[in-house]
């Protein structure tokens, strides 16, 4: 595998010591989905020209060795290189949501104290702002000399764990890991140079920062892009992209669009990470466009863990290289093949803490483990996950995932999208509720009409809904309480696509 110093160097200064790469694109932005800006590619030699300036506008912000940059901004080339000078100059990078408010931003600057905050605009009172859109011209002459000095073992990149309530933690990762994280991704997924690969993630999240990095390091092309539903396969055959990266919403809003012919697709590879890839959807998928949705397994704590290139689609796949998987009991004892616990985590692809919260990082992290929160098992080598111990329902003593449930009533031919969680009961504990997305049809319609109309929708979708329930689940699985919501309001979803199922707990419909 390539050595720290050969991928920095790589990732840092993209042309240096690769000249023949200065022609070949890195990052194609592509067009906005409203014709305001044409599709926009960046070779690697533009992007070291980019790397340079960026380095340039936040050493004039005062960024320094060892400070933290803040960088709130949508995907685009110029946050690429910001994000990568920032380790030039051995400084922290601190990528946020971009779609948080001023008041959020500032309140993350009081919190965190970063040297500045990188954006399009000035977004923060408090702080000094590098624009992305008016980066300087960078000083001639820089040719990644003193990159040796820059550390393995040095504090190079925060994300924040995507909690919705309360303060999200910072999990903190250096460089050399972070490093070998992306390497053993390339090189166990097969990354080529010419590959042209679509992410429409955030650098906020570990996936899509594994993934941009993994990608940039083996010589291939980003193509930056939101994800618009509607556009989304005249611009991958327009782009010629040969592998998407996903969450499982976009896929799941992929089926229910019309597509080219699955032989004028030029897409060879789909992954899917961030969230549970429902069973059904991978089945679906396949038989529609004739190729698997890869599907793989990680935290913000632990980066990229796992992928499934050839097991079942109910697993996550097989640890990388450097990645130990472990199941383990209540009293952290590692149980046998097969049996279910918690999923912990060791080898160095471990965050080295959550910044300045040296309780909550005591919480999960033990002896060299961290501990996930999430409860599978481990079969033939692959790694299944049932669910997350937080989000455990305990009806009257009995243990309910709701994944379970949601994998059955996803199932219902009424169904578009699910959600279960536990609410609490004063006799039994807790009680299963299901939220239900109603595809659209008369019911739907019914939803959104007079009381009386959402009254009579309301009565006939419990009926079915709970006979669909005691065919097709074990009678403590069953949900004792239903919502049910028209197509027209669908859950609430994280940036990643995970349903958000804390904000769906506040604001029920
Ligand atoms: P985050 O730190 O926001 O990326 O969330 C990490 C959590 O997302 C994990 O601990 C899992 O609970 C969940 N997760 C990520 N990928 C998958 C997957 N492929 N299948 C099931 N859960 C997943």
């Not at 985590?345 to 005591?362: D, H, R, T, V």
Request: glycine share 10%; aromatic share 6%; hydrophobic share 40%.
């Amino acid at each position: 595998m390539i050595t720290f110093q050969d991928a920095l160097s790589r990732l840092l200064c993209p042309t240096a010591g690769r000249a023949d790469f200065a022609p070949r694109p890195a990052i194609i932005q592509a067009r906005a989905a409203d014709g305001s800006m044409p599709d926009r590619a960046v070779t690697y030699g533009q992007l070291e020209e980019l790397v340079g300036r960026a380095q340039a506008g936040l050493t004039e912000a005062g960024v320094r060795e060892g400070d933290t940059v803040l960088l709130c901004a949508p995907n685009s080339p110029e946050l690429v290189a910001a994000i990568l000078s920032t380790w030039r100059l051995g400084a922290v990078a601190l990528p946020v949501d971009f779609r948080l408010t001023g008041a959020e931003v500032d309140n993350l600057v009081a919190r965190l104290e970063p040297r500045a905050v990188v954006s399009v605009e000035p977004i923060s009172q408090r702080a000094v702002t590098v624009r992305l859109g008016a980066l300087p011209e960078a000083p001639a002459g820089f040719d990644g000399r003193g990159l040796d000095r820059v550390s393995q073992d040095g504090l190079a990149l925060v994300i924040l764990t995507s909690g919705t309530t309360g303060v999200p933690k910072g999990a903190v990762h250096d460089l050399g890991s972070l490093i070998n994280n992306v390497s053993e991704l390339a090189a166990t997924f097969g990354l080529r140079a010419d590959d042209r690969a679509f992410l429409p993630l955030p650098t906020s999240h570990i996936f899509g920062m594994a993934v941009l990095l993994a990608q940039l390091l083996t010589g291939g092309c980003i193509v930056l892009s939101d994800f618009h539903p509607a556009d989304f396969w005249n611009t991958v055959t327009r782009l010629k992209v040969t592998m998407v990266v996903g969450v499982p919403t976009i896929y799941g809003a992929l089926i229910n669009l019309p597509s080219p012919p699955a032989n004028e697709i030029p897409v060879q590879q789909y992954l899917s990470g961030g969230a549970p890839l429902p069973v059904s959807l991978a089945h679906e998928f396949e038989k529609r466009f004739t190729r698997r949705i890869v599907q793989g397994y990680g935290t913000t704590e632990t980066k990229i863990l796992c992928f499934n290139k050839d097991g079942p689609p109910e697993s996550v796949g097989r640890p990388l290289p450097s990645v130990v998987i472990e199941i383990v009991d209540q009293n952290d004892e590692v149980v046998g093949e097969g049996d279910s616990g918690e999923i912990r985590i060791a080898g160095p692809s471990l965050m080295k803490g959550y910044l300045n919260q040296p309780e909550a990082s005591a919480q999960v992290l033990h002896r060299g483990h961290y501990h996930t929160g999430d409860i599978g098992y481990i079969r033939d080598g692959l790694l299944y996950i049932s669910g997350r111990s937080k989000e455990m329902i305990i009806v009257a003593g009995n243990k309910v995932f709701p994944s379970e449930v949601e994998t059955v009533l996803r199932q219902h031919p009424l169904a578009h999208e699910v959600a279960v969680l536990g609410v609490p009961h004063r006799k039994l504990g807790q009680l299963v509720k299901a939220v239900i997305v109603v595809k659209s049809g008369e019911l739907c319609d019914l939803l959104c009409g007079d009381e009386a109309m959402k009254k009579q929708a309301k009565e006939e979708l419990n009926a079915r809904f709970r006979e669909f329930c005691q065919q097709h689940l074990k009678r403590e699985l069953r949900p004792m309480e239903w919502e049910f919501r028209p197509i027209s309001c669908p859950l609430p979803k994280t940036l990643t696509g995970k349903i958000d199922k804390k904000q769906l707990e506040a604001t029920p419909a």
